[in-house]
């Protein structure tokens, strides 16, 4: 009894936090640097808690009142940890970025908190409704975020966006869970990987078509190809610390889920394994393909997002429902969440007021004026990259070597290639960087404490969790 | 202390690079720091060297598991060959922070790293450790090449790089098949390069990788076709920079051959080392010749490393004792000889600013020494008996008409090929009328004079003298090749045993 | 009787789909995903019949509600834009490109 | 009898340590304040001094050693042994290399000598001395090599002299090209070499790659196998030997100083490749076909070099197609299987153009530079020694009876004649002729009539001491030579024949009285047509001839020089322009760089499909979709 309640005290922590934080938005006393540090304590608190439970077995809390709706396993720990640790650096560099800035009220950390929450209910989810409304906490919060800056056209056009296409594909997920509950009797997944032993997969159309547009909907949220295109307009249009959260938690979240889901049956996973097969080849390829077309940096951040959604999407194409642990896909978000928020921790407060820096040549020769953030910028870019001793190359091996595990030789051929394709992009920023005269002073980016802290932090990060064995 | 002398070899300088990006040290300090450590590293590399017993299998191992589920452990350990690449680091990196004194801090910062990443390739005796060393020795030449380089640096800094990391990413797919079958031959994990020796790989997959293997060692070496990133990133290299990656750098690649290749994927290595054998031989043939036709001399010498490298690789490809030993030999000789002639023309392009061999001539009538130097080395390089490029290269053709006659006779005109662009260089820069830019050149300094004697000494001596170097190298080449000949060996013992089963139910009836 | 339900469901579904790829009104675009929803719960309701249980029931009620949390928020987002561009149609925003 | 020595290894290192010495001494002080001369010149000359000695005690060493076991060794180290190869650092003295370095060390001793005076004033001293030492080292190598391929560390050596040499006035380019050309051509002939070595080793080295080890194990020896190496061995030699092909080094060769001509591309270097195929006897011997071989290539050599002889007008370009031709005698000696008779021919002929050479330096040397016999004339008065000791030199070249040449070349022509090689012996006739004619020619018209250029004949003056010294040494070795292996028919004994029997596999044909009259006679009558027609021609002093026809041909060299430019060099040039400028670009580097474009353009493209417009997004979701169920539909059946 008290072992659930700790189990789900992170859940609590962030949830209550997030509704003492609009709570206190009412009170004009609370500076927004106040508000920042205490999302940050309340992610902070969260994230060890949630560190300390990690240990143990799978388990379902509050069995009789939530009827088997959450189940909490290593996995759902672990992919907790990364959405918790996510909102943390979040918060840290949202505290220098919106010094820089104005358009920030308290809400705003209350939101991170809220959407925080839908993300770890979303990890734990083992039941499609539940699935629904947690994707739901965590989409509306996250919308609000993209359009956090009302004066903004850029912002306004990516909520739009995201919004229209992202309810769009809430429509699909709805109507899949209708189609799954018509084909099954039940949403739970406990369920419905019983129905599809008894009865198998395929045999039943209304299933197939329901997990069909459930699939469609989780390729959509980790933008799979081909539904990609929203990413590269949205993450251009949110605010910096927002587009690494989205980049992150969001996929983390989602990709625990997709994961979940997928493994309820062997049959059912191996029914999608073709379709994931060439999706993941796609993916890659024309994530490449955008990227390397790209001159503003969040932009080519979004499409080098694509691009590791085909890696995981690898991973899932290799993860194995019986003895499924999920530690490979779980390692390789880690280590890319790492990059990620550690390289828009930097454009936090690198990027100028009102994000003036958005191209790779706005950053030409900050190695000379700023060498710190620059090398912290080199070494998240090369962990994307996968080149050792980061953690995004012990990542990558993990990857392909599950991959050639599993038989799929073919794929991890096609990992290869596309991050032979990659390097280009990411060398680019490191070149324009390092091997450039610079064009200006970077002095306003000089007194900022959180977000380099953010940065530094991350850096060390990226070099611990390579030295962090897993079991494949 | 002593049985982790290889870590130390390895994570001093790569500790002291690192510290010194860190700190806001002067460029004083870090020259100064550069060639303590690196002067460390060859105070150490000597003692190996006397404490190395002539054997075949690694020495000085060291071993620490680092991620037990799939058997990857940090493990070091040198033979006979490795040895002497990691040797030829240790003696030559420290000349570097003798003889150029205006770099700053990151320049001698990423020597530092890049000499701890090489010893580390050369020691790993685990594949992804090797990996690791192998992208990380990248780096510093990225650093290097793209702040440091010449005027159009940034297109060949992107070349080398791209190019290099394809091949290194190749070479991680071949890796990770290598430790996935033997997962599935013997039920657990390993990557250790002497337990991969036993696994028996064979289909279309094991060719697939095989070339994952060779593409990323052809890139590196380089070998013909893929050496056109060589002359850009030489010629727009610092000098320094130029030196490690064709006297270190590009061996290393040639050494992970005979340590990845050759013992694991026998069977393939049997079938195509005609074709990399021709390979490295029109290399050779095509890097020499279009040598002769270079207006910049160190775009001269760059191709005539790569028509060099084509020899050495050959050696290897030739898979018999000989050729293999010579191989290893060449490998140092072409380090002393090849690396000096680039430090060579390094102060000379500090000197007369520019890089035109037409801009020079007559500097040998102001500056004796250097011309003598400059002559040793560029006879060694050209393979004079007496000086230490004749052994390797006379051993390589041996063992190539062994091998095949033609590519015996093609890899001998590398006697002729490099003596027509070297005289040709030498005759326009040291002999006939001297130019304005030459004029007046100054010889080398009593500092540059002396930190080159030892080496040309070196070259002298291993021309005169190979022995003690041979048979510190022969039994390891003995035990490579045993090893690629035992998955030969198995390969037919299963046939005659099929054979012999066959004859024996026959005789029963 | 279970099939006309979920016909219906269908063609509202897809009614829905063609409304968001045709109309350029950002009205008539999250009008059309409304659509889309409440042919699942249309769906949700029939099958929960078929099924007899109430879980179905629940589900459509759920879905309402976030359906209408995303109404609201959908709203405040069309204030917007029409305050940046005086104009609700969706081609009219595309600063972000390429 | 004690075979293992120690002394035989201080033979090379003497003048290598002089070199040494020497050259540091010069890189030391050349751009300060240089050191006497005097100094250098002692130094330069102990070395081959002490050789010298040292040779003359191994002579005497072996001579009083009985005739079958006449050898002596010296192992230093080991030098590189891997596998079945083992190479040691080992020296071998045995009759026929002890006659090489009897007179190798004397002649480079003389030499060393007279250069003193000769290069006496040149800013570059110290460096020629350290070059001629480091050269005897490496020739002395050769020498005593007691296994292939420490014979190929000296045989190399030389050719890196020679190349030092002839580009020793550096800043003149056509110097230092004749120099690139001479260690261009003999690479080519090194790399005939070391293939030879290979496949001898893959055949019979395994027991030992040394020559005593070699034959005893020759007669394993495949034919096919044989005749590869035979024939891949006579390629080195011609490369350093000058024969057929690859014979167009050595007259640009004469670009160096000319004591270096007369050392190293007259008496010593050159003879190296006949020196070679003796050494390889126990091979050659045994495969007729690459005897036949090696003789014709020598004796077409000596015909084509006697033609370009007797048309030149430099006196140097004269001696050095004369030795071309003397060489392509040697080798038709050595290819009719008379090994002793060609090693004979090396050593009188290491005299008496050793002479001719440092004669004609000593008239170059009063002509101050003058190289053309047209601008000389009438220098007989003037130079009187150096008149007399050439025209020795000159009757010993030209084959006249008693002088050395007559001899040795006799003994070569009656070989052919006697083992029925016909037709070399017709040729070789011939161009005795030939020879004589040209050789006359020269002296005739530097020596006796009138002088062409009185300016510089008033000018011109008898050389110093120290260089006709040697001069008139040579002239005794020039005049006394021949009698060492006097043949029966002249109640000789032919000593140095027996001399060097234990060393060489030889059968010495036993021809009738008769033949023996004839190839003399022939020889003689040859040597009187020749002299009397250069006599009518140039006797009384002639103008400078205007070539017409073949004259102007041969003058020409028959343009194998431009043929060679033509069809080697500069396609050779070619091919690499043609690779730097255009294949290396685009076929090479092509690919490359066209993925990388390719790749590029492509994403420009790619960026059309991110159109901004949400309605579009929506509608690849909805296209992808459509396809996605497509798929299943099919899947589902």
Known sequence: MTNDFMLLMPLIITGVGAIALMLIAAYDKVTIEQASMASMGVFGLAFLVQLSNTIGTAVVPYDTVFNGMLVISNFTKVAGLIILACGFFTSMSAHSYFKQNNFCTTEFYSLVAFSA??????????????????????????????????????????VMKYLMLGAFAGAFLTMGTALVYGGVGSTKFALIGQAVAANGFFTNPALVCGAFFILVAFLFKVAAFPFHAWVIDVYDGAAAPVTGYMATGLKTAVFAVFANFLVVDETMRAGWVNYLFYLSILTMFVGNLIAIGQTSLKRMLAASGIVHTGYLLIALVAVSSEHFSGSVILYYLGAYSVGTLGIFAALSYLGGANEKRQTFDDFKGLARVRPYSAAAIAIFLLSMAGIPPTAGFMGKLYIITSAISAGQVALAVFGIISSILSMWYYLRLIINMYFHEAVEGFEDTADFKFAPACTFILVVCVFAISLYPIAV | MFEHVLSVMIFLPIVAGLVLLLTPAGKGIARLTGGVISFAGLVLGIDIFFKFKNQGPLQFVENIPMIPSLGINYSLGIDGISLFILLAGAVLLPMVYLLFTTKSKGYYANLLIVQGAMAGAVCAADMILFYVFWEVMLLPVFFMLGLWGGESRIPATIKITIYTIAGSLLMLLGIIYTGVSYHAQFGEWSFNI???????????????????????????????????????????????????????????????????????????????????????????????????????????????????????????????????????????????????????????????????????????????????????????????????GFIGEFLIILGAIKFNVLIGVLAGTTLIIGVCYMLWMFQRVFFEKTKPASEGFKDLTLTEGLTFLPVILLIIFMGLYPQPFLEKIEPAAQLHLAAADAGKTIALADNTHALVQGSTVETQK | MIQSYLTVSVILFCLGIVGVISRRNVFTVFMSIELMLNAANLSFVALARLHESMDGHVLALMVMAVAAAEAALALAVVILLHKHKGKLDTNVFSLLKG | MEHNVTFLGYIPILPLIGAAVLGLLHVGTCTRKPIHEKIYGVFACIGPLLSFVLALRVFFTLKGMPEEARYLTQEAFTWFQVGDLNISMGFLADPLSSLMLLFVTLIGSLIHIYSIGYMSGDKNFGKFFAYLNLFLGSMLVLVLGDSPVVMFVGWEGVGLCSYLLISFYCEDTDNVLAGNKAFIVNRIGDLGFVLGMGFLFWAIGAQGFDFMSLKANAHVLAPGVALTVCLLLFVGATGKSAQIPLYVWLPDAMAGPTPVSALIHAATMVT????????????????????????????????????????????????????????????????VAAYSAGIFHVFTHAFFKALLFLGAGAVIYAMHHEQNIWKMGGLKKKMPKTYITMLIGALALAGCPPFAGFFSKDEILFSALATGHYGIWIVGVLVAGMTAYYTFRMIFVVFHGEPRDQEAYDHAHEAPAVMTVPLIILAVGALCAGFLNLPAIFGGHQQVSHWLAPSLTEHHPHA??????????????????????????????????????????????????????????????????????????????????????????????????????????????????????????????
């Open chain 4, 272 to 335: 190296a490749g006949v020196y070679m195929v003796a050494r390889f006897s126990f091979i050659y011997a045994h495969v007729p076909l690459a005897g036949e071989i090696v003789a014709w290539v020598g004796i077409l050599t000596a015909l084509l070099a006697a033609i370009f002889g007797m048309f030149q007008d430099d006196i140097k370009k004269v001696l050095a197609y004369s030795t071309v031709s003397q060489l392509g005698y040697m080798f038709a000696g050595v290819g």
């Open chain 2, 194 to 388: 002497v337990q991969m020796t036993q696994l028996q790989m064979a289909g279309p997959v094991a060719v697939l990788a095989f070339f994952g293997f060779m593409i990323a060692f052809a890139i590196k070496i380089p070998l013909f076709p893929f050496h056109t990133w060589l002359p850009d990133a030489y010629t727009e290299a610092p000098t320094a920079t130029t030196f490690v990656l064709s006297a270190i750098m590009a061996k290393i690649g040639v050494y992970a051959v005979i340590r990845l290749v050759v013992p694991i994927f026998d069977g393939e290595f049997a079938r195509y080392a005609l074709l990399l054998a021709y390979s490295g031989v029109i290399g050779m043939m095509y890097c020499g010749i279009t040598a002769i036709a270079q207006k910049d001399f160190k775009r001269m010498f760059a191709f005539s490393s790569a028509s060099h490298m084509g020899v050495i690789a050959l050696g290897v490809f030739c898979m018999n004792l000989q050729a293999l030993t010579g191989s290893v030999f060449q490998i140092v000789a072409h380090a002393t000889s090849t690396g000096v002639l680039f430090l060579f023309a390094g102060i000379l392009e500090d000197r007369v600013k520019t890089r035109k061999i037409a801009d020079l001539g007559g500097i040998a009538y102001t500056a004796p020494v250097f011309a003598l130097f400059f002559a040793i080395a560029m006879l060694a390089s050209v393979g004079l008996p007496g000086t230490s």
């Open chain 1, 117 to 158: 929450c839908g993300m770890l209910l979303l990890t734990m989810s083992q039941e499609l409704i539940s699935v629904f409304i947690s994707l739901e906490i965590m989409s509306l919060a996250i919308y609000i975020l993209v359009g956090y800056d009302r004066q903004n056209k850029r912002a306004a056009e990516a």
């Open chain 4, 512 to 637: 009738s009285l008769f033949v023996e009259i004839i190839a003399i006679g022939a020889s003689v009558l040859a040597f009187v047509i020749g002299i009397r027609a250069a006599y009518k021609r140039f006797g009384a002093g002639a103008e400078e001839p205007q070539f017409q026809g073949f004259a102007k041909f041969a003058y020409h060299k028959f343009y194998v020089d431009e043929l060679y430019d033509a069809v080697f060099v500069q396609p050779y040039k070619r091919i690499g322009d043609a690779i730097r400028k255009t294949i290396e670009p685009s076929v090479t580097d092509g690919p490359v760089t066209l993925a990388a474009k390719v790749y590029m353009i492509a994403g420009a493209a790619f960026k059309v499909f991110q159109v901004g417009y949400v309605r579009v997004y929506a509608l690849y979701m909805i296209i992808g979709l459509s396809v996605m169920s497509l798929l299943l539909s099919q899947s589902l059946n």
